[in-house]
């Protein structure tokens, strides 16, 4: 099964690209999708969308996970995050990949064991998980790979298979 996560935001959007296949995890590709700050908020999303059109066309994920929105006290950043969610939604949708949403308590609970581990704690283990040298970079990038992986983990227990 290949999974595109992502970790949602306007500003900056982490994507991690994982197979999953006899329990085992092998990286695809993990980066961000970045856009100006000077840029109008409409063209930020489009630069967004086309970047996971692209994404989604080059490697063809079977599904894609997101984080769900964590509200903070900026209802006006959380908002904007909010649109740049609906548009990786979009996008999955378009290729008729089907999308799965994760809060921040089911990735931490997935990767560490833990709801309530430190963002630290969670990216060690998706570079133990993922049997990576380092820590991805920057932290949007390895959060999108902790949601990949949160999602692998679900998708074996709604099957009914365990480790």
């Given at each position: 099964m290949r999974i595109i996560g992502i970790?949602?935001?306007?500003?900056i959007t982490g994507y991690?690209?994982?197979?999953?296949?006899?329990?085992?995890?092998?990286?695809?590709?993990?980066?961000?999708i970045s856009t100006e700050a000077c840029m109008e908020l409409s063209d930020r999303l489009l630069c967004l969308s086309q970047g996971l059109d692209t994404l989604i066309s080059k490697y063809k994920p079977d599904?894609?996970?997101?984080?769900?929105?964590?509200?903070?006290?900026n209802v006006k950043t959380a908002i904007k995050v909010g649109h740049g969610r609906g548009v990786a939604m979009l996008s999955a949708a378009k290729a008729g990949i089907k999308v799965s949403e994760y809060?921040?308590?089911?990735?931490?609970?997935?990767?560490?064991?833990?709801?309530?581990?430190?963002k630290e704690q969670v990216q060690q283990m998706v570079k133990v998980l993922l049997n990576l040298d380092k820590i991805p970079k920057p932290d949007?990038?390895?959060?999108?790979?902790?949601?990949?992986?949160?999602?692998?983990?679900?998708?074996?227990?709604?099957?009914?298979?365990?480790?």
């Open positions: 970790d949602p935001g306007f500003a991690g690209i994982i197979d999953y296949t006899g329990n085992k995890f092998s990286v695809v590709e993990v980066g961000v599904a894609m996970a997101i984080e769900e929105l964590f509200f903070n006290t809060t921040p308590l089911q990735v931490k609970q997935s990767v560490v064991g833990y709801g309530r581990a430190k949007d990038a390895a959060d999108a790979l902790a949601v990949a992986i949160c999602h692998a983990h679900s998708s074996i227990l709604s099957r009914g298979r365990f480790f």
